[in-house]
């Protein structure tokens, strides 16, 4: 069975970075395309990071230039290194693989504030 856990999440104050991580149980981790999305209150869950099985990346407009994703297949682990954080950043982060009809973790709380 497939098991995704986040861990890494937390309070910050603004223009400070976290590093979230997603272990994977299972080992079909390197075939899958990983991602990261993100759920405010109120608010719809959005795509911020997607890496691909090759490595290739893309990232939501708002994201571009402050946070990186990338992955250590030997380790079935994904990262994202969020840097400049913004207020606007504070959401539940949840990790995926496979795209939106595939797995997902529990979430991890981001809390931007001073």
């Known amino acids: 069975q497939v098991q995704l856990v986040e861990s890494g999440g937390g309070l910050v104050q603004p223009g400070g970075s976290l590093r979230l991580s997603c272990v994977v149980s299972g080992s079909i981790f390197s075939i899958y395309a990983m991602g990261w999305y993100r759920q405010a209150p109120g608010k719809q869950r959005d795509m911020v990071a997607r890496?691909?099985?090759?490595?290739?990346?893309n990232y939501a407009d708002s994201v571009k230039g402050r946070f990186t994703i990338s992955r250590d297949n030997a380790k079935n682990t994904v990262y994202l290194q969020m840097n400049s954080l913004k207020p606007e950043d504070t959401a539940v982060y949840y990790c995926?693989?496979?795209?939106?009809?595939?797995?997902w973790g529990k979430g991890t709380l981001v809390t931007v504030s001073s």
């Open positions: 995926n693989l496979g795209g939106p009809t595939g797995y």
């Open positions: 890496i691909t099985s090759g490595g290739s990346t």
